[in-house]
């Protein structure tokens, strides 16, 4: 895959948009069935408290954002979730965890959460933020499929949104997943206050990770009353749009998600995004600590537009989302 320049990324953005869609949906076509979506179910395991002062996040213990600390679910409650997501129709499931990394008392548990989510014939995700050596190891031992850990934003960016950590930081620990044997799954975050010149520092850098992640979620920024970023004016519709069919061109065969901010995108947005490329979603009713679509509306708009959930063969939805539309 020839790596592009952040220049050469922005010239994608600038195209007419009629241009720029029909470009990228022709490259999703050429490597993806352009009607099956990849649905993942997201559970967060540890909330709040966080050491990081990521100026998005609600989690983070420097704002008051009203969320509630909540430790490490127990082995049982990850489980029953799990099962629950697959019986809805997820492939695979993603744990989320609000530290800066785990320490070894931490990671043991999950290792089990792995194995036990693995053995429901769930594909298995984890972000437990940064990594060391043998910890990669360890999930990597444990059958963990992938390993969400995001670039979040252009390097040049980065710090002005997070301070306790650097940009390359993310990109070490990548590394150390990526030698472990471990999926990627690496995007960013849009609407942060952050230029189109950002925004194509963003795509050009993961467009530049060797492999390229197999999974990349773009993020649309959920402003949480309380953070950093939590009154700043929402990124114009189409520019997000752009943003979906140039991550499409850069990384031509990673899924790409439509991840944080469905809740608040029009289904004709939504459906524009599936055509600019993306064909990953989080289905289920929450995010991390805020709400997503529920699954209902998410099972309508896949009968309205023809999609159905890309198959693993090891998941079969049993209720929810069908194979066929309507
Ligand atoms: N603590 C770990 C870390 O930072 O990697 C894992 C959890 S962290 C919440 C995972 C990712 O969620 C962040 O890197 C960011 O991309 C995304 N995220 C967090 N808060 C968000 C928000 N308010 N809007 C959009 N995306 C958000
Ligand atoms: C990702 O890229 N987005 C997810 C997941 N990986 C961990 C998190 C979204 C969080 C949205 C805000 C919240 O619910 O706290
Ligand atoms: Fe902590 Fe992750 Fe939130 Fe940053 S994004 S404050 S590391 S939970």
Redo the contacts with the bound molecule.
């Keep these: 895959m020839p790596v592009l320049t952040v220049n050469q990324v922005e010239t994608l953005f600038d195209l007419p948009f009629n241009d720029l869609l029909y470009r990228a949906h022709v490259v999703h076509r050429q490597n993806f069935d352009p009607n099956a979506v990849q649905v993942s179910t997201l559970l967060s395991i540890k909330t709040g408290g ?1 050491s ?1 002062d ?1 100026g ?4 983070s213990a420097r704002y008051h954002t009203g969320v509630d600390n909540q430790a490490l679910l127990s082995l049982a409650e990850v489980t029953e979730a799990a099962r629950a997501a697959k019986e809805r129709g997820a492939t695979r499931f993603c744990m ?5 990394g785990p320490k070894q008392r931490d990671l043991e548990p999950v290792l089990d959460m792995v194995r036990a989510v693995r053995s429901l014939g769930l594909e298995t995700c984890v ?4 990594l060391r050596e043998d910890q990669a190891q360890q999930l990597a031992q444990a059958g963990l499929d992938y390993y ?3 670039i ?1 934003t252009a390097p040049e960016f980065y710090a002005q949104v997070v301070r306790t950590h650097r940009w390359q930081d ?1 990109i070490d620990t990548l590394r150390l997943v990526r030698e472990a044997g471990i999926k990627v799954c690496s ?3 849009v ?1 942060m206050g952050e230029r189109r010149s950002d925004r194509a520092g963003l795509i050009a850098q993961l467009a530049a990770l060797d492999p390229q992640p197999e999974s990349v ?1 773009i ?6 009353p309380g ?1 950093p ?1 939590g009154d700043l004016p929402a990124l114009d519709p189409i520019e997000f749009v752009r943003t979906i069919a140039v991550t499409r061109l850069a990384v031509a065969r990673s899924f790409i998600r439509l ?3 469905r809740r608040d995108m029009p289904e004709a947005l939504q459906a524009m995004c599936f055509f600019a490329g993306a064909n990953s979603i989080f289905y289920g009713d929450r ?4 709400p997503n679509p529920g699954t209902d509306q998410d099972e309508a708009l896949f009968d309205k537009l023809g999609l159905h959930p890309l198959m693993s063969d090891t998941a079969e939805p049993q209720d929810g989302l069908h194979r066929t539309g309507s």
Aim: aromatic share 4%; with cysteine.
């Design positions: 966080c990081e990521c998005y996040c609600s989690q989320g965890a609000a530290w800066r972000t437990l933020g940064m969400n850990h995001n979040d993310r995007g960013g975050i609407g979620p993020n649309l920024l959920v402003r949480i953070t970023l991840s944080a901010g995010l991390l600590t805020t």
